[in-house]
């Protein structure tokens, strides 16, 4: 693919990854090529729900230097069903994930993970008609990010047999120095918003005794001016 182009995915079962980072191949290798503010680059589903991507990823982020994500710019992906798979976008902006569903992202004892998870300084991006249902430690996670929008998504959670807080929805900041991101202390997701979004329906007994949940929606860490419209949470034994 180049730059704009559009890929369209039959129907069918998928185990190769959408980007990956391949440490001994160019940069063009790590993520779809970015498209431009008049021509998105686009991987959609030929029909909505049929192409299945399974026990792998999409990752969005470009090419990894010194632990610090280049970035990747207007992708677009639309309709996919994702098995036991996750998308994981990286210093990235102007990014849109559309009528898109996750299930199973990560196994149910594992003590880290989310369907999808900005990070890095992300921003303008927009998940818009997307669910994660199943085991997961947060649904969605957008941590050090800021100006991305979240419309009518849906998480519903399963059930996570570690001790870290959970939670359906998660703006969140970096804790230590070091990290994959090239931060240090704490840098808190601010300036998003969370528009219709629904979290629901929390399993209790897929929960480890004494680590409890977060909450539908955790705010942890420094973040800051995260705003949430027309949301519910609904049916969640939290204690916060």
Same mark, same amino acid.
């Given at each position: 693919?180049?730059?704009?182009?559009?890929?369209?995915?039959?129907?069918?079962?998928?185990?190769?990854?959408?980007?990956?980072?391949?440490?001994?191949?160019?940069?063009?290798?790590?993520?779809?090529?970015?498209?431009?503010?008049?021509?998105?680059?686009?991987?959609?589903? *030929?029909?909505?729900?049929?192409?299945?991507?399974?026990? /792998?990823?999409?990752?969005?982020?470009?090419?990894? #230097?010194?632990?610090?994500?280049?970035?990747?710019?207007?992708?677009?992906?639309?309709?996919?069903?994702?098995?036991?798979?996750?998308?994981?976008?990286?210093?990235?902006? !102007?990014?849109?994930?559309?009528?898109?569903?996750?299930?199973?992202?990560?196994?149910?004892?594992?003590?880290?993970?989310?369907?999808?998870? =900005? #990070?890095?300084?992300? !921003?303008?991006? $927009?998940? *818009?008609?997307?669910?994660?249902?199943?085991?997961?430690?947060? +649904?969605?996670?957008?941590?050090?990010?800021?100006?991305?929008? $979240?419309?009518?998504?849906?998480?519903?959670?399963?059930?996570?047999?570690?001790?870290?807080?959970?939670?359906?929805?998660?703006?969140?900041? *970096? /804790?230590?120095?070091?990290?994959?991101?090239? !931060?240090?202390?704490?840098?808190?997701?601010?300036?998003?918003?969370? *528009?219709?979004? $629904?979290?629901?329906?929390?399993?209790?007994?897929?929960?480890?005794? +004494?680590? +409890? =949940?977060? +909450?539908?929606?955790?705010?942890? !860490?420094?973040?800051?001016?995260?705003? =949430?419209?027309?949301?519910?949470? =609904?049916?969640?034994?939290?204690?916060?």
């Amino acid at each position: 693919m180049a730059g704009g182009d559009t890929l369209i995915i039959k129907d069918g079962t998928y185990t190769q990854p959408i980007g990956e980072q391949f440490g001994n191949l160019p940069s063009s290798s790590y993520s779809p090529p970015n498209g431009s503010a008049s021509a998105y680059t686009i991987i959609k589903a *030929e029909n909505d729900g049929r192409a299945i991507i399974q026990g /792998t990823s999409i990752y969005i982020g470009g090419p990894v #230097s010194n632990g610090i994500p280049d970035g990747s710019s207007y992708i677009q992906i639309e309709g996919l069903k994702l098995d036991r798979s996750r998308i994981g976008i990286r210093g990235s902006h !102007h990014i849109k994930i559309l009528r898109t569903g996750i299930k199973n992202p990560v196994p149910i004892n594992s003590r880290y993970g989310s369907g999808i998870g =900005l #990070s890095c300084g992300s !921003h303008h991006v $927009l998940l *818009e008609d997307v669910w994660v249902i199943g085991t997961f430690r947060y +649904g969605i996670s957008v941590s050090n990010s800021y100006n991305n929008i $979240l419309r009518r998504v849906v998480a519903r959670f399963d059930g996570n047999s570690e001790r870290e807080p959970k939670a359906g929805i998660n703006f969140y900041g *970096e /804790t230590s120095s070091g990290t994959s991101c090239g !931060h240090q202390g704490i840098t808190g997701s601010y300036d998003n918003i969370c *528009e219709n979004c $629904l979290v629901l329906d929390y399993n209790p007994s897929g929960v480890s005794a +004494g680590s +409890g =949940l977060a +909450g539908g929606i955790n705010m942890p !860490h420094g973040s800051k001016n995260n705003k =949430l419209y027309g949301t519910i949470a =609904l049916n969640i034994p939290a204690s916060s």
